[in-house]
């Protein structure tokens, strides 16, 4: 059984099954520009912002005359159009209805913006839950950079090395390891090796795994 006081969520690919979405959004961003974006520029930005991608697709992938803000926009523009798609992590929401019982603090640290974390949010009806939240506007250095985690543990006040991370990504994990926490990586879009090579201190595959692994 793990020892903790507070447990903090990334958000996608952890509680949303999103990453595919955002990925089709890129593609169709990418393609209004005749940016060839290869297929491994994905995976190595998962976890980071829209921000890094986009512009390091903008500046290795264009001809110099793309704006990235635009491009941004794009991005942003087409992942509304599909949004409506969306859909949980299995047992996601049964896992954090579980820590709210116990009135375990729950906190956000997610490289979205506001705007999608919200959006999320509201659809699927987490607010109550959450009520520290770290967004891609509230930083100034993303991950796998520590900052992310450290302003969140900040925000909840307690000592990083108390606080249960949930992270799908190579970043994500870099970025909470970093920052002092416990980290559980979630094989939802890395497969073990790649988190376990992060530093995650535990890996699993579902919901059902972790909190066999947290004893409820």
Aim: net charge negative; aromatic share 8%.
């Amino acid at each position: 059984m793990l020892d903790f006081k507070a447990v903090i969520f990334d958000m996608d690919g952890v509680i949303i099954d999103s990453e595919p979405l955002h990925e089709e959004a890129k593609r169709r961003a990418f393609a209004k520009y005749d940016l060839v974006v290869p297929d491994e520029v994905y995976e190595q930005f998962k976890g980071k912002t829209d921000r890094d991608v986009l512009q390091y697709a903008a500046e290795t992938y264009g001809d110099g005359s793309i704006d990235v803000s635009a491009l941004i926009a794009d991005k942003q523009a087409a992942y509304a159009n599909i949004v409506d798609t969306l859909q949980l992590i299995p047992r996601a929401d049964t896992f954090i209805q579980k820590l709210a019982q116990q009135d375990i603090p729950l906190a956000l640290t997610t490289s979205a913006t506001a705007r999608n974390q919200k959006r999320a949010f509201d659809i699927f009806g987490l607010h109550p839950y959450f009520k520290t939240i770290v967004t891609a506007d509230d930083i100034t250095h993303a991950k796998p950079h520590p900052q992310p985690y450290i302003k969140t543990v900040e925000k909840l006040g307690i000592d990083a090395r108390t606080c249960l991370v949930i992270e799908d990504s190579y970043n994500g994990v870099l970025s909470a390891e970093a920052a002092g926490c416990m980290v559980v990586g979630i094989t939802t879009s890395f497969d073990a090796s790649a988190l376990k090579k992060a530093g995650a201190h535990h890996i699993v595959d579902t919901f059902a795994e972790l909190e066999t692994l947290i004893g409820f």
